[in-house]
C-alpha cells in the first residue's frame, strides 16, 4: 500500500540529501517521480543539499494544488510512481491534506522532508499536518550538532550574529548566511540565545561555553560570567 511518509529534523541534519538519495534509488529501478519544494536555498525551481548536489524540481508555492496537479498529469497519460515534496515545513495544512489524498485516491507514495519547528521553537503549519497525517514519522539519524557538541535540536535565527525570537515565520536563508541567518542549537543554548559567535565573546572560562555543569570546583571568569549572565532568557 502507498503511504505518506514525513521525515524530520533541523536545519542541516541531511534531509535535502535523503530526498536526493531516494530519487536516486527508485529512478535506477526504472520507477518515475515527481519532485515539488519550496523556498529552496538554490533558488526557484530547485531541490538542493548542503553537499553540492542539485536537481530540478516544481515550485509548490501557496496556490499549489497537489491533488489537481497528479490528477492532471495522469488523466494526460503521464506516469508518476513517487512524489517527493521538500521543505514541507512551508506548505499549508491545506495542501499536506492534498498529500495525503495522493497517497490515499491514487495510490502513490508520498515522501516528505522538512524542518519540524521554527527559530521561535513554534511548530511550521505543515509540520504539525504532517505529523497528525502520515502513516510513518521519523526524525533523520544524521544528527546535527550545536556549537558545544551536544545533539543540535532547535533552530535558531540570526541577524548580523545575534539571535533573534521574533519576526515572520518564514525568512530565506541559510545555515552561516551573512546577514540574516541560521544555526543549529541545543535546548539549553537555544533558551539563552547562546550562539556560538556570541559564545567566543563570553571567554574561555563560562560555564556557558563549557560543558562544565556540575563539576565541583570548576570556576568562572569574571568578564565572562558578565557576558553569559547579561544573555536575554526565554
Known sequence: ???????????????S??????????????????????????GEGRLSSRLGLVTEAIE???RFD???????????GGRVDYVIADEAQFLSPRQVDQLARVVDDLGIDVFA??????????LFPGSQRLIELADRVETLQVESLCWCGARATHNARTVG?????????VVVGDVGG????????????????LTAAAAAGAGPLSQDVLPTDGVPGQGR????????DAAPQV
Open 1 to 15: 500500500m502507498a503511504e505518506l511518509a514525513f521525515f524530520s529534523g533541523t536545519m542541516d541534519c541531511g534531509k
Open 17 to 42: 540529501t535523503l530526498a536526493l538519495q531516494i530519487r536516486h534509488n527508485r529512478s535506477a529501478r526504472g520507477l518515475q517521480g515527481m519532485i515539488f519544494t519550496r523556498n529552496d536555498r538554490a
Open 60 to 62: 509548490a508555492d501557496e
Open 66 to 76: 497537489f491533488h489537481a496537479h497528479l490528477v492532471k498529469h495522469l488523466t494526460a
Open 113 to 122: 522532508f522538512g524542518i519540524t519547528t521554527d527559530f521561535r521553537t513554534r
Open 161 to 169: 550574529g545575534r539571535m533573534v525570537v521574533e519576526g515572520a515565520q
Open 178 to 193: 551573512a546577514e540574516t541567518g541560521y544555526e543549529v542549537l541545543c535546548r539549553r543554548h537555544h533558551r539563552r540565545r
Open 221 to 228: 571568569h569574571e568578564g565572562a560570567a558578565e557576558a553569559a
